[in-house]
């Protein structure tokens, strides 16, 4: 056991690799393990919920939508983000029946707001890889459409750069089939991956993101700043929307403005948060800027 403990520590690493067996690596396992059951419960007993994390158009400061963002609560550890087990649920393709759930439970919520007059929101939706192999996604996503009475163009479906390019061309008649829907389709951590140009200007996407690594030192690193600068340019030649996350200081927020980023989207201007709270700041910032 403890040989297999150090062989899959060694595997883990990478190839061509080798590891001698440390105690810690068996409660490691135990703890993967343990939190794999937790998962399974957890998707049993919906311990799931989400948060929302506004965007906002750059030039006016309004309220252009929500990033739905996945929380698990769990009973002992209390409230986990997605880097905890979103990894896990890959792997083992649990990320299935959650994926429907983010995506319904989603649609629903932005249904909510479509009644109370947002009708030009979108609400956006992180998909993972294997959400994106799996033959039932595009009709998922009409189900829950149809079933909360949503037009397509209110959903966002966020793909970083590597899931899109990973099986280019089965990823093409997935979104291709997405987009004739109507559905709007956006390029997640956009400049993290390795992205070929010519595939970029096939997508039929609508949105770049710029990835928040970039956004994050566009005050102290002039490389950012012109890489930021060049992604700008590239989205706006492809006519792709281009929003930037991580938006943290008021410098940053001009400097991206400036730059011509259509939205924004980071802590400076919301925090994720349950949808009561949401509301609760977009409200608050409707009052204000009715004075
Ligand atoms: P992402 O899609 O790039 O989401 C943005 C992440 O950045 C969120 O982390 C958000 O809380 C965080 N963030 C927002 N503004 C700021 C900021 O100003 N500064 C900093 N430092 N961070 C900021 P979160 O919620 O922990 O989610 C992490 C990742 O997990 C997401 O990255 C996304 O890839 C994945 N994820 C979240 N929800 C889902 C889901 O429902 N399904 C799938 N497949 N993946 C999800
Ligand atoms: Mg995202
Ligand atoms: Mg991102």
Redesign the pocket.
């Known amino acids: 056991m403890n040989a297999d403990a150090a062989m899959y520590h060694a595997k883990g690493a990478g190839k061509n690799g080798y590891s001698f067996f440390d105690a810690s690596m068996n409660s490691n396992a135990r703890k993967q393990l343990q939190l794999l059951q937790d998962l399974r419960t957890a998707v049993e007993q919906q311990q799931f919920s989400l948060y929302y994390q506004p965007k906002f158009d750059a030039s006016n400061g309004r309220p252009v939508g929500a ?1 739905a963002l996945l929380r698990w609560e769990h009973p002992t550890q209390g409230m986990l983000l997605p880097d905890k087990f979103i990894e896990l649920a890959e792997k083992t393709g649990l990320i299935i029946p959650i994926g429907e759930w983010v995506l319904n439970e989603a649609c629903r919520q932005m249904r909510e707001w479509y009644v109370l007059g947002y009708t030009d929101w979108r609400i ?1 939706v ?1 998909l993972s890889a294997l959400q994106f192999c799996h033959t039932g996604l595009v009709q998922s996503v009409a189900k829950a459409l149809a079933m909360h009475h949503l037009p397509a163009n209110s959903l966002t479906l ?1 793909i970083t750069e590597t899931t899109a390019m990973s099986d280019a061309d089965a990823s093409m008649t997935v979104l291709r089939e997405l987009s004739e829907m109507g559905v709007d389709l956006s390029i ?2 956009f400049g993290t991956g390795y992205s070929s140009l010519m595939y970029l200007k096939r997508l039929p996407a609508n949105e770049l ?1 710029i990835d928040r690594g970039f956004v994050r030192d566009l005050e102290h690193d002039s490389d950012d700043a012109a890489i930021v600068s060049a992604i700008v340019a590239l989205g706006q030649a492809l006519g792709l929307r281009i929003v930037a ?1 991580g938006v943290e200081t008021g410098v940053q927020q001009d400097f991206l403005t400036k730059l011509g980023c259509d939205s924004l989207q980071g802590y400076l201007l919301g925090h994720p948060l349950p949808a009561e709270r949401f509301m609760l700041d977009i409200h608050r910032g409707e009052q204000l800027a009715a004075g």
Do not use: F, P
């Open positions: 990033e956006a992180n966020e997640d951590d993101k996350e």
